[in-house]
């Protein structure tokens, strides 16, 4: 999510904006480091367990249910964390607990193995919808990842809504969210129903952080060629979120 500052003069409220609003890439780096955390807890620890599990005797619904503890068990030091419980991690609950009593009362492991693609289109959803209302996911998630909830901050990202090409780039990286993410919802779904249980226990989240990342990758590197752009227009860039 890009940021955007007119060449400093005195007829725009962003001349006094602070040089090191934007994250740079070390800022990047971190935040594709904070993401091994959660490989390790929603997909890697699963996968491990399910394969012990099953490998010593266990039903694949069995296995599935025991391994799902360890994203309940995360969310849930989270929320005891933060003392809040955000939207996100409600519907991945919730989500979590139908694919069990789905599984559970079907005895089929893929209403399980369903739940995350239907999180993932969920939140495809959301993207969708956000572009037809006055200001796009990707704007509020970038203002929480550039300012860090900072007011001053906040406040001067609001400002760069004024800016064309600031709104473009949110509009198009909401768009592309919303698109990557409901084909990736679409196609693990389908596979979840095609595929052995067992293929698809470790498939799904390969494919999911391979695209999340692709996703990601093309984010950032969108946000320079616009950051680029914009520079060469006469707008000045702090950055990209």
């Known amino acids: 999510m890009a940021e955007?500052?007119?060449?400093?003069?005195?007829?725009?409220?962003?001349?006094a904006a602070p040089a090191d609003i934007s994250p740079d890439p070390i800022r990047r780096a971190w935040f594709f480091l904070s993401l091994i955390p959660g490989i390790l807890v929603n997909a890697v620890l699963p996968v491990v367990a399910y394969t012990i599990l099953t490998s010593?005797?266990?039903?694949?619904?069995?296995?599935?249910?025991?391994?799902?503890?360890?994203?309940?068990?995360?969310?849930?030091?989270?929320i005891a964390r933060t003392r809040s419980l955000d939207g996100l991690a409600l519907i991945s609950l919730i989500l979590i607990v139908i694919g069990l009593l789905g599984s559970l009362v079907s005895g089929s492991p893929r209403f399980h193995l369903a739940k995350e693609?239907?999180?993932?289109?969920?939140?495809?959803?959301?993207c969708a919808v956000s572009l037809a209302l006055p200001r796009p996911l990707a704007f509020f998630f970038g203002r929480q990842f550039a300012t860090a909830g900072d007011p001053a901050r906040v406040q001067i990202w609001n400002s760069y809504w004024v800016y064309p090409q600031f709104r473009r780039v949110q509009y198009t990286i909401t768009a592309v969210w919303a698109a990557v993410?409901?084909?990736?919802?679409?196609?693990?779904?389908?596979?979840?129903?095609?595929?052995?249980?067992?293929?698809?226990v470790w498939l799904s989240p390969v494919i999911f952080y391979a695209g999340l990342f692709a996703l990601l990758i093309w984010m950032f590197s969108y946000?320079?060629?616009?950051?680029?752009?914009?520079s060469a227009a006469g707008v000045a860039t702090l950055g990209a979120a």
């Open 4 to 15: 955007f500052e007119a060449r400093q003069s005195t007829n725009t409220p962003l001349s």
């Open 56 to 78: 010593r005797g266990w039903s694949p619904v069995a296995a599935l249910s025991t391994s799902a503890a360890f994203p309940v068990i995360a969310t849930l030091v989270s």
């Open 117 to 126: 693609s239907v999180l993932t289109g969920v939140f495809g959803i959301a």
């Open 181 to 200: 993410l409901l084909l990736d919802a679409g196609v693990r779904v389908v596979l979840t129903f095609v595929l052995p249980v067992a293929s698809m």
């Open 223 to 230: 946000i320079a060629r616009a950051r680029a752009r914009a």
